[in-house]
Each structure stands twice: as C-alpha cells, then as structure tokens.
C-alpha cells in the first residue's frame, strides 16, 4: 500500500510542486487548501504524514497542529515556514510538529524530512502490532495491594479461575469485588466468551426475571418483541450476578433452577433452552446473616460459594495504603497531565487516619480530585472535609458506633418485656410491638433471645 501524504497549501503553483514530487517518490498525495478542510480531513481518512504550510488563509497553521495531534495522534505533522522565521519552527516543534523545513522549498531537503517521519511512523505502528500480539494480560495486573489480607483472596481467586466454578466475593462497597470478578473471568477457559453483568439490586422486582431469563414476543403487556436474557447472553462466558444479596426470594429459587439444570425457560415461553455459564456473585452484605434472617435462600447459597472469597475493606489492610496512594496519584497525575503534583505530609496523616467507608474507590477518587485541585502540592485543604479533619471524623465514627449498639440495647430490652408480658407467645409480644410475627422472629434470633415457643412457619422461602 503506498503511503498516504495530506498537503495543506494554498498557493496553488506550490500545491502542484509538493503534489508531483510527492507522487514521483511513490506517495498517494491529497491537497487541501485550509486549516479547516484539514481537520475535516483527517477525522476521516487516515494520513501517514501531513505537510502543513503555516501561513493559510483561515488561521495560523501553529494552531491547528495540537488539534491535528488530537484527532490522529499516529499521524506526524512536518511545518513549512518561511525563510528566516526561526521563531515558528520552533514553535510548532513545540506544539507538537514532527519536524519542519523552511521555504523556498529544496526538493532534497523535503524528500529527506518526509522520508523520516514516515520511516518513524512505520516504527511506531510495527511496536504497536508487537505489543497487541503480547501475551494476553492475566487480568489480576490491575490489583495493587501486597498485605497478607489481601493477597491471599487474589491467590484464592487465581487459584479457582480456571476451574467452573462457581465464585461468591463478598466485600464492601469499592473493595473490587467487580474488578476481581472480570479478572477471573479473564483467567478462566471462558476467556474468549462474554461476561455479563446484571446488577441485581439496579433492576426493579418485577423486570428482573424478564432482564435474567428473557420474554417471549407478548408474553407481557409491552413486551412487543422477543427478548434474550442475561443467562442466554452469557453463553460460554460468565454471568456476574452482582449485588445478589438483594435478591428477591422469588427469584432465588429461578436462579437457583437455571444453575442446577443449566436450562431456562424465557417469561411466557414454553421452550427449556441450554445455558453454559459459569456464576460468579457478588454482594456487600454478610451474605450468612442474610441466610440465618431468612433473607436468602440456604440452597442457593450453599450452590453459589463453590469458593468464598472476601475482600477485606482497607481499613483492615492499612499497609496496603501507601501502594495503593502510589499508584493512584502516578495514574491521576498522568491522566490529568499533572505530572509535577506530590502529596504533602500533612495530607498523608489525613488519609491514614480516616477509616475509608468507601474503601478502595473512595481512596482513588480523592486522590484524583486532590490532583486536580492542587497546583504543585497536596494539602489538607485538597482533601474532601471529612478526611480534612480526623479528630472530629473519628469522635464521628464512634459516636455512631455506640448509637448503634445503644439503640440494638434498646430493641433487645423491649423484645424481652414484650415476650415475658405474653407469655413468650411471639404473635401476641409481636401484636404488642407493632411489628410482623416474621420480623420479631428475625429480631430473636439476631439477638440470641431464647424464646420459649417455635418460630413461625416461613412459607415465603420454600
Ligand atoms: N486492590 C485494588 N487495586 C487497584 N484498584 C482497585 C483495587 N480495589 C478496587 N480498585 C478500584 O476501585 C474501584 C472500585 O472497584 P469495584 O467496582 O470493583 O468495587 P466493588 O466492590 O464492586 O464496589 P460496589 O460494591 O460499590 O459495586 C475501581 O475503580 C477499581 O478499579
Ligand atoms: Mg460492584
């Protein structure tokens, strides 16, 4: 393929000099005579090398260059000043010209320069294809964290990507429970298959089915056509049921069909269609507790966790904060082209002594925002004002911690008094409360209250 050369002249005669010297070197040449035509030109066809006269008639050509390197970065701009104009070749080398020759042009001179730029230009795009060939990324290379904590979650994950099964992470919000989910997707023999995410707590009650298992063409009102599910979608990949906790039961026993038959039958059809998926789950809630409430399916539980991995949250693994700082200032600082910002002492004391409820996101989002805000240093005052203050946020912290426990006291006291005054018969403490049988039952047994009669029947998880 010849190489393809775009010149921005507008003196004509000049045009038609640079056009056939090009052609005769064996270069497909384009000519167009503005800055405009120009960028027009480059969003749709791609150039080897641009010739780009400063002079044109609408506008300098210095000012076009940082938006031709915007729109192909690959593509080197060579500058024709005039003679004796020092000053813009250096100034459009500063901008972001490859190169640059001055006027009258020399033929030898030009043929040189172009030569070059495309001689680089075949160099870049062969390292690129090298790299794009590179052994496939292992998909845990993003993690950035070494404490025992949480080194021993990622071997755990490395160690079951491979297999089928079928993976339950646990953390809280921000700990990467996403980001280890698609690393073993990455891993794993389904590599090359899709992973579909379906946030199960995004998804209204009554669309979840339809979103997970499909609908046939008026299977409801508005389901005017057709729809494949997240299952079917998932095929020969991985579905990521993220947020499963706040499953509703109803749904569990569906979801806990479709992973024992590896079939499912779309809303309103009639036919059992084959799903090969591996599950992975997520949720930030103890998902236990959620079982012992009765919150969540016991069977369905037990069938997720073919491995358990939980995320601690960082408070728990503050040894990983100065790595995790690192890496987050290097990358912020090179996405917002920063690269001269430090984190000041005082700004560091801040971040070690918050307790990070948003974990490992939060960490990343205020260090990005400290980048954009400060010029040179990070202070204090680049820090969101909870983290500014950590006296006042840690009294913050336990205050709400005792709340908490104070107002469980509370419950548990009036649970008691309720059960003695009925006789331990829970529907009339439960009448006297206010409350359902159910949720007295759940309270009981959160509490370790030993009640004297049965639990109720639960009918809705069976
Ligand atoms: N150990 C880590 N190293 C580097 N980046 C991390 C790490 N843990 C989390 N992150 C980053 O933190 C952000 C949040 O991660 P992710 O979305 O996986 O969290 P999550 O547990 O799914 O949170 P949520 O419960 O809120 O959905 C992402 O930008 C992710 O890349
Ligand atoms: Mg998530």
Same mark, same amino acid.
């Given at each position: 393929?010849?190489?393809?050369?775009?010149?921005?002249?507008?003196?004509?005669?000049?045009?038609?000099?640079?056009?056939? &010297?090009?052609?005769? *070197?064996?270069? #497909?040449?384009? $000519? !167009?005579?503005?800055? %405009?035509?120009?960028?027009? @030109? +480059?969003?749709?066809?791609?150039?080897?090398?641009?010739?780009?006269?400063?002079?044109?008639?609408?506008?300098?050509?210095?000012?076009?260059?940082?938006?031709?390197?915007?729109?192909?970065?690959?593509?080197?701009?060579?500058?024709?000043?005039?003679?004796?104009?020092?000053?813009?070749?250096?100034?459009?080398?500063?901008?972001?010209?490859?190169?640059?020759? &001055?006027?009258?042009? *020399?033929?030898? #001179?030009?043929? $040189? !320069?172009?030569?070059? %730029?495309?001689?680089?230009? @075949? +160099?870049?795009?062969?390292?690129?294809?090298?790299?794009?060939?590179?052994?496939?990324?292992?998909?845990?290379?993003?993690?950035?964290?070494?404490?025992?904590?949480?080194?021993?979650?990622?071997?755990?994950?490395?160690?079951?990507?491979?297999?089928?099964?079928?993976?339950?992470?646990?953390?809280?919000?921000?700990?990467?429970?996403?980001?280890?989910?698609?690393?073993?997707?990455?891993?794993?023999?389904?590599?090359?298959?899709?992973?579909?995410?379906?946030?199960?707590?995004?998804?209204?009650?009554?669309?979840?089915?339809?979103?997970?298992?499909?609908?046939?063409?008026?299977?409801?009102?508005?389901?005017?056509?057709?729809?494949?599910?997240?299952?079917?979608?998932?095929?020969?990949?991985?579905?990521?049921?993220?947020?499963?906790?706040?499953?509703?039961?109803?749904?569990?026993?569906?979801?806990?069909?479709?992973?024992?038959?590896?079939?499912?039958?779309?809303?309103?059809?009639?036919?059992?269609?084959?799903?090969?998926?591996?599950?992975?789950?997520?949720?930030?809630?103890?998902?236990?507790?959620?079982?012992?409430?009765?919150?969540?399916?016991?069977?369905?539980?037990?069938?997720?966790?073919?491995?358990?991995?939980?995320?601690?949250?960082?408070?728990?693994?503050?040894?990983?904060?100065?790595?995790?700082?690192?890496?987050?200032?290097?990358?912020?600082?090179?996405?917002?082209?920063?690269?001269?910002?430090?984190?000041?002492?005082?700004?560091?004391?801040?971040?070690?002594?918050?307790?990070?409820?948003?974990?490992?996101?939060?960490?990343?989002?205020?260090?990005?925002?400290?980048?954009?805000?400060?010029?040179?240093?990070?202070?204090?005052?680049?820090?969101?004002?909870?983290?500014?203050?950590?006296?006042?946020?840690?009294?913050?912290?336990?205050?709400?911690?005792?709340?908490?426990?104070?107002?469980?006291?509370?419950?548990?006291?009036?649970?008691?008094?309720?059960?003695?005054?009925?006789?331990?018969?829970?529907?009339?403490?439960?009448?006297?409360?206010?409350?359902?049988?159910?949720?007295?039952?759940?309270?009981?047994?959160?509490?370790?209250?030993?009640?004297?009669?049965?639990?109720?029947?639960?009918?809705?998880?069976?």
């Amino acid at each position: 393929m010849p190489e393809h050369v775009l010149v921005v002249e507008d003196d004509d005669s000049l045009a038609f000099v640079l056009r056939e &010297t090009m052609s005769v *070197k064996g270069y #497909e040449t384009d $000519v !167009v005579p503005t800055a %405009a035509a120009l960028l027009e @030109r +480059l969003k749709t066809t791609q150039y080897d090398v641009v010739l780009l006269d400063l002079r044109l008639p609408d506008g300098d050509g210095l000012d076009v260059i940082p938006q031709c390197r915007e729109i192909a970065p690959d593509t080197p701009v060579i500058a024709m000043t005039a003679y004796g104009v020092r000053q813009s070749a250096t100034e459009a080398l500063r901008r972001g010209a490859y190169d640059f020759f &001055t006027k009258p042009l *020399k033929m030898a #001179e030009l043929e $040189v !320069v172009v030569g070059r %730029a495309l001689e680089r230009r @075949r +160099l870049q795009q062969h390292i690129a294809a090298l790299e794009a060939s590179r052994e496939p990324q292992t998909g845990f290379e993003e993690f950035v964290g070494s404490s025992q904590a949480f080194i021993r979650v990622l071997d755990a994950a490395r160690r079951v990507a491979p297999t089928d099964l079928t993976a339950l992470i646990e953390g809280e919000s921000g700990t990467g429970k996403e980001l280890l989910a698609q690393a073993i997707h990455r891993q794993s023999l389904r590599k090359d298959g899709p992973i579909v995410a379906v946030n199960c707590a995004a998804i209204p009650e009554g669309l979840l089915e339809s979103e997970l298992f499909g609908h046939e063409r008026g299977a409801f009102t508005g389901a005017v056509r057709t729809r494949v599910g997240r299952f079917e979608l998932a095929r020969l990949g991985t579905l990521f049921l993220d947020e499963i906790g706040d499953m509703p039961l109803a749904m569990q026993a569906k979801i806990l069909r479709a992973l024992e038959e590896r079939k499912i039958e779309r809303v309103g059809g009639n036919r059992r269609i084959d799903v090969d998926v591996r599950v992975i789950a997520a949720t930030n809630q103890h998902l236990t507790r959620a079982v012992d409430e009765g919150r969540f399916r016991t069977d369905l539980f037990y069938r997720l966790q073919g491995i358990h991995l939980r995320l601690p949250p960082l408070r728990q693994r503050l040894e990983d904060l100065p790595e995790l700082v690192n890496a987050f200032l290097e990358r912020a600082k090179q996405r917002l082209s920063r690269a001269t910002v430090t984190l000041g002492a005082e700004a560091l004391q801040c971040l070690w002594t918050y307790t990070w409820p948003g974990n490992v996101r939060e960490l990343r989002h205020v260090l990005e925002g400290a980048v954009l805000l400060s010029d040179a240093v990070i202070l204090p005052e680049h820090l969101p004002p909870a983290i500014q203050k950590p006296a006042a946020q840690e009294t913050a912290a336990s205050l709400a911690r005792s709340l908490d426990e104070t107002l469980e006291d509370i419950e548990r006291q009036m649970i008691l008094s309720a059960l003695q005054k009925s006789g331990g018969v829970q529907a009339r403490a439960a009448k006297h409360l206010g409350v359902t049988e159910k949720s007295l039952w759940y309270r009981i047994k959160k509490f370790g209250i030993q009640a004297r009669a049965l639990p109720p029947g639960d009918d809705s998880t069976s």
